[in-house]
Structure formats: structure tokens, C-alpha cells
């Protein structure tokens, strides 16, 4: 028996190493929301919230904004209660996934110190490493095929190419690239809803010559018919992305033949117990899944890495933010082994050090809803 004390919110500010885009816009950086839970022992969980405007629907001030609904809602819980502690959530706020994710992850990590295992361990436990692709955003497609030389040398089997702005261009950038990195390595792309239905089938047959493993949500997210007639008429495989948050989502894309792999991503998912439902509900209609992520740091890498390792259901990853970024603020956690990311050792989300001078004190709640603002 354990019980939350204390909550303590942050914000980190998180820069690429350059300027990452997708077919919904460029992004340069992220503000992350990390919070800190203590115990009546004074013993600490860590979790992390990342930002998508125009996925999630959540910004950094609306994850700050829900805390102070969510945090007193789990004050008093037993960490060792992670299900119940998600209940308490959903009761007292609808949606805010990012949020919910990032208390529930801190959640699982105190659980897991309290009991001496890896997080990876009290999901499931399955192996101890998994692939992972290197996302290239969208630039020239000599660019993007520069870029991906550079990532085959440095181990990556993988490459994840983002597109959707034009078919023509689009399919370029597939010739391009696989020119560049031969036939041994796997091309997948996401066009992040960019296409129209034609637009995506006419790019999807020219580009089935270039030996595509996946395309990732070709239309857009609220388009299931769309995205069932194109899984039905395209030559390559298609994920759901954005048309899949909770295990709800997986369900209508089940019943409707919306896809023919899922991309579970935690801060769409509000919760990793809840990430196992969509795997659950995946596995049971025979749709594979791969684990994603936002913009993320090195804290909610490591929550994926340990999901993915977690889950026979997950069959690859694009786990990879983190390595995008100029300045982490995590040290340690999940590692990157010859395109693999591998589940580092240590109780609850394993050995990984927070660099607190980098994160800024946002919010504290305690036991009495306490509110102190900073
Ligand atoms: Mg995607």
C-alpha cells in the first residue's frame, strides 16, 4: 500500500536538431508537460505529455489546464491501482489523452520502483528490444534520399518517409530514396491525411514498384469509408494513424475494414493500459500493430519502448523522436542498438536520470487540493 501525495507539473522546452514537416504543417520544437509523482514515502514517478495540436487536440497550456482537474482526482490512490487511477481520470474529464498519459505513466513507473520491475514487465513482458524506423520529414526528394544514406549507415533497416503534399512529387521521393538505399531496406511512408481518396490510390499504385511496406493514414482521419475503400483497392498495405485514438477508434476500424495495420501512439491513447486494449482488440481481428509517438522526449520514448517490448501484437516501431531533438532532458532510458531500441535495465520505466535544472516548476498539488501556482 502506497499513496499519492503529490503532484508537481513542468514544462520543458524541447528544440529539434532541424525543422521537421509533415503535410499538417513544420514544427521547429516542442513544449513538453512533465509531472512528477511522490508518495506518502517520498518515493518519485516520472511521466511526460507531449503536444499535438492537430492530432490530439492538446497544447501545452490545455495539458497544464487539465492537471488541475486531474492531479487532485488521483491524490490519495494507490499507485499500485494504475487501472483505477485511469478510471478516476476518465470520471473527472473527458478526452485530454496527453494529460491522462502522462500521470499514468508516472503512475506505472512508481509502481514499478515499489515493486522492484520493469515496466515492461508488470505490461506483459515479451522481449527485450524492437525495430524501429528513422522518420524523414518532407523536403526535395534529393534531399530526403540524401538523408536517408545517411541514416542506412548509421544501422537503420527502416526508413519512415513523410509525404502528402503532391502525388507527383510524392512519388518521387519514394523513387529517390529507394534508389538511394537499395532494395535490402524497408521504405514506409505516412502522408498524415494529406490525399483526397484518388489522390491516394493513383500515388499508391505508382509507388508499389518501389517495394513500400506501409502506407500510414492516406486520407483523412474522420474518413473511415475512405480509408476502407483505399485499404481495399491499394497494392500496399494501409495504417490508421490519426483515424485511431482509443480502443473505441480500433473497434470502428475493425468492424468497417478501415486499415490493415493500426499505429498505437500513448499520447493518443491516454493511457498504456488502455494502448494494451487497442493492441487487444487488434490482435483479436488479426490487424499488427506498430507503435508511434509526437514530438516526444526521452521519458515517453522510454514508456513506448517498454509497450512495444511489452506486446506480441506490436510488430515494428517509430519510436524516434527523441533522437531528432537537439537537447534531451532525460539521460539514459531506452537505448538505440542497429535500428533496434532496446528496454533499458531497472525498476519501473528503468535507469534514466531527469535533468531537473532544464524542466520549469508550472503547478503543485497536494494532499489537501492544495493548489500552488508558479
Ligand atoms: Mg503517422
Excluded at 145 to 156: K, L, Y
Excluded at 346 to 366: D, R, S
Amino acid at each position: 500500500m502506497s499513496i499519492i501525495t503529490k503532484v508537481e507539473v513542468y514544462t520543458v522546452e524541447l528544440p529539434y536538431k532541424q525543422p521537421f514537416t509533415i503535410s499538417l504543417g513544420t514544427s521547429v520544437s516542442s513544449t513538453d508537460v512533465v509531472v512528477k509523482l511522490v508518495d506518502d514515502e517520498g518515493r518519485i514517478g516520472w511521466g511526460e505529455a507531449s503536444p499535438a495540436k492537430r492530432i490530439t487536440g492538446d497544447s501545452e497550456k490545455t495539458i497544464v489546464a487539465a492537471m488541475y482537474t486531474l492531479a487532485p482526482a488521483i491524490i490519495g490512490e494507490d499507485p499500485l491501482n494504475v487501472e483505477r487511477i485511469e478510471e478516476k481520470m476518465d470520471l473527472s474529464m473527458l478526452g485530454n489523452t496527453s494529460a491522462k498519459l502522462a500521470l499514468e505513466m508516472a503512475a506505472f513507473d512508481l509502481k514499478g520502483k515499489i515493486l522492484g520491475i520493469g515496466v515492461r514487465e508488470l505490461l506483459g513482458g515479451y522481449r527485450e528490444k524492437i525495430e524501429t524506423d528513422l522518420t524523414i520529414g518532407i523536403k526535395s526528394p534529393e534531399e530526403m534520399g540524401e538523408e536517408a544514406v545517411s541514416i542506412v549507415e548509421s544501422g537503420f533497416k527502416a526508413i519512415k518517409l513523410k509525404v502528402g503534399v503532391d502525388v507527383e512529387e510524392d512519388v518521387q521521393r519514394v523513387k529517390v530514396v529507394r534508389d538511394a538505399v537499395g532494395p535490402d531496406i524497408k521504405i514506409r511512408i505516412d502522408a498524415n491525411q494529406g490525399w483526397t481518396v484518388k489522390e491516394a490510390l493513383k500515388a499508391l499504385r505508382m509507388m508499389e514498384r518501389y517495394d513500400v511496406e506501409i502506407a500510414e493514414q492516406p486520407v483523412r482521419w474522420d474518413d473511415l469509408e475512405g480509408m476502407a475503400y483505399v485499404t481495399k483497392m491499394s497494392p500496399i498495405p494501409i495504417m490508421a494513424d490519426e483515424s485511431v485514438h482509443t480502443p473505441e477508434d480500433a473497434i470502428k476500424v475493425v468492424k468497417m475494414g478501415a486499415a490493415d495495420y493500426i499505429n498505437i501512439k500513448l499520447m493518443k491513447a491516454g493511457g498504456l493500459l488502455k494502448a494494451r486494449k487497442i493492441a487487444a482488440i487488434s490482435e483479436a481481428a488479426g490487424i499488427p500493430n506498430m507503435v508511434g509517438c509526437m514530438m516526444e522526449g526521452g521519458l515517453s520514448i522510454t514508456a513506448g519502448v517498454h509497450f512495444a517490448a511489452a506486446t506480441r501484437n506490436v510488430v515494428t516501431t517509430d519510436l524516434d523522436s527523441d533522437i531528432s531533438l537537439k537537447e534531451d532532458f532525460v539521460e539514459g532510458g531506452a537505448g538505440i542498438e542497429n535500428g533496434h531500441r532496446t528496454v533499458p535495465e531497472g525498476p519501473g520505466l528503468g535507469n534514466l536520470a531527469i535533468k531537473e535544472e532544464k524542466l520549469k516548476l508550472v503547478a503543485v498539488f497536494e494532499e489537501e487540493q492544495r493548489i500552488q501556482t508558479f
